[in-house]
């Protein structure tokens, strides 16, 4: 069985600020993890994603996360934020099947 | 960048009435995917196809659901008799097969799909 707990429907942060979105995940077997981004009206774009190697990822534009098997964690940052990174973002995880179980998602809102 | 395309962008039916949403998954992959969002919710997986097959589905893909890949580039969702809850965004996906299994998920921009 796998799932995924993303905290916080919604995150605010200024222009220039760390951001910071949280996703925790279960799986009965070694997982793939998975952030998606989906801007409006378009669909799901891939970020970036973990598959057993390096457990510090880079993705695109300026994202990474960082697999913490203790903490059962795949939370996504950035150093700066930039007003084009308003979007929904999503966490997934893949646990012994192809089929990606998805978070609900967190909006992250940009204030100039 | 090769990508997934969906059509129609936006579909209105009426309640009652069949629907087919058409996808084009990237032309090298061969698995293919349907999920759906309902407004507000998360994305939820209907089916997964391989070989001209459903290789897997969830409780949601009941009987008034079928997909099919009429030819070689297509791959189509159909609901017979649509319902007011089947009104979401559709969301098509393919991937490549690689030694490893199916390999990352690309997705397409969705079908908006409203049954009055």
């Known amino acids: ?112 | 960048e090769p990508e997934v395309t969906q059509t129609p962008s936006h579909q209105v039916t009426q309640m009652g009435q069949e629907v087919i949403l058409r996808c084009v998954p990237i032309s090298n992959h061969l698995y293919f995917y349907w999920y759906r969002q309902i407004l507000g919710q998360k994305v939820e997986f209907l089916v997964s196809f391989y070989n001209n097959e459903i290789s897997e589905k969830s409780e949601i893909f009941d009987d008034q659901f079928s997909v099919e890949r009429p030819d070689g580039s297509n791959f189509t969702l159909k609901i017979r008799s649509t319902k007011l809850e089947d009104s979401a965004m559709y969301f098509c996906a393919s991937s490549e097969l690689t030694n490893l299994g199916a390999d990352t998920q690309y997705f397409g921009p969705g079908t908006r799909l409203t049954v009055l």
């Open chain 1, 1 to 112: 069985a796998q799932s995924v707990t993303q905290l916080g429907s919604h995150v605010s942060v200024s222009e220039g600020a760390l951001v910071l979105l949280r996703c925790n995940y279960s799986s009965s077997v070694p997982p793939y993890l998975f952030w998606y981004v989906q801007y409006p009206n378009q669909g799901l774009q891939l970020l970036l994603k973990y598959t057993s190697a390096a457990t510090l990822v880079k993705g695109i534009n300026g994202f990474e996360a960082e697999f913490k098997k203790s903490e059962t964690s795949f939370h996504l940052t950035k150093p700066s934020a930039h007003m084009s990174d308003a979007a929904e973002y999503f966490c997934a995880v893949e646990g012994g099947s192809y089929i990606p179980t998805f978070g609900r998602g967190t909006s992250l809102i940009v204030h100039p």
